[in-house]
């Protein structure tokens, strides 16, 4: 049975970089056939999706246009777990944010981190 | 504002049949399969029905999905308390280099 655990601070100050990371168990980061995802859900802007980093023969990364400035997914095979950067943080990044896997559907979600953007 | 349009409530009461609607475009729904998804107070989505209308292992069969063009439904028939939840449908958009897009959800009370 797949299952993600996510961890990471629950509390970020404004400009600084969020970093929260997600592991996997019962599949591994390297496979060629799941992608890893990073999803946020906040009242303002419902759920959406922020990026994510895929082997296929080789590392691929698709971000989402609104963060794509900011945002980067990035794979650690060594741990078997990938991770979330956010630079430059607002408020309106205040949300809470879940890994999630995807094999043409998103099947798998870690429990989700509540992170606050906050002085 | 949410790419794929869900009504925001639906009702009913024990042992009745509502569905819940989600509508989408040619790039999204049109193009690529539909996850609807549960969640909980506190919890986060678990998948309910994946590539239109097929349920993971466990999910009961009082839950149904189909898709017709851009737009897709979800039924819950024989309705228990235990149903009432937020839904949300999703699909995988191929524009903009392609990204996963959401409903707004669907907040479900059971009467």
């Known amino acids: 049975q797949v299952q993600l655990q996510q961890s990471g601070p629950g509390l970020v100050k404004p400009s600084q970089t969020l970093s929260l990371t997600c592991a996997i168990s019962?599949?591994?980061?390297?496979?060629?056939?799941?992608?890893w995802n990073w999803i946020r859900q906040s009242p303002s802007r419902g759920l959406e999706w922020l990026g994510r980093t895929y082997y296929r023969s080789k590392w691929y990364n698709d971000y989402a246009v609104s963060v794509k400035s900011r945002v980067s997914v990035n794979p650690d095979t060594s741990k078997n777990q990938f991770s979330l950067q956010l630079n430059s943080v607002t408020p309106e990044d205040t949300a809470v944010y879940y890994c999630a896997r995807s094999r043409g559907d998103l099947d798998v979600w870690g429990q989700g981190t509540t992170v606050t953007v906050s002085s | 504002q949410s790419v794929l349009t869900q009504p925001p409530s639906a009702s009913g009461t024990p042992g009745q049949r509502v569905t819940i609607s989600c509508s989408g475009s040619s790039s999204n729904i049109g193009s690529n399969t539909v996850n609807w998804f549960q969640q909980l107070p506190g919890t986060a989505p678990k998948l309910l029905i994946y590539s239109n209308n097929q349920r993971p292992s466990g999910v009961p069969d009082r839950f149904s999905g189909s898709k017709s063009g851009t737009s897709a439904s979800l039924a819950i028939s024989g309705l228990q308390s235990e149903d009432e939840a937020d839904y949300y449908c999703?699909?995988?958009?191929?524009?903009?280099?392609?990204?996963?897009?959401f409903g707004g959800g669907t907040k479900l009370t059971v009467l």
């Open positions: 019962g599949d591994t980061v390297s496979s060629n056939s799941a992608a």
């Open positions: 999703a699909a995988w958009d191929d524009s903009l280099n392609g990204h996963w897009v």
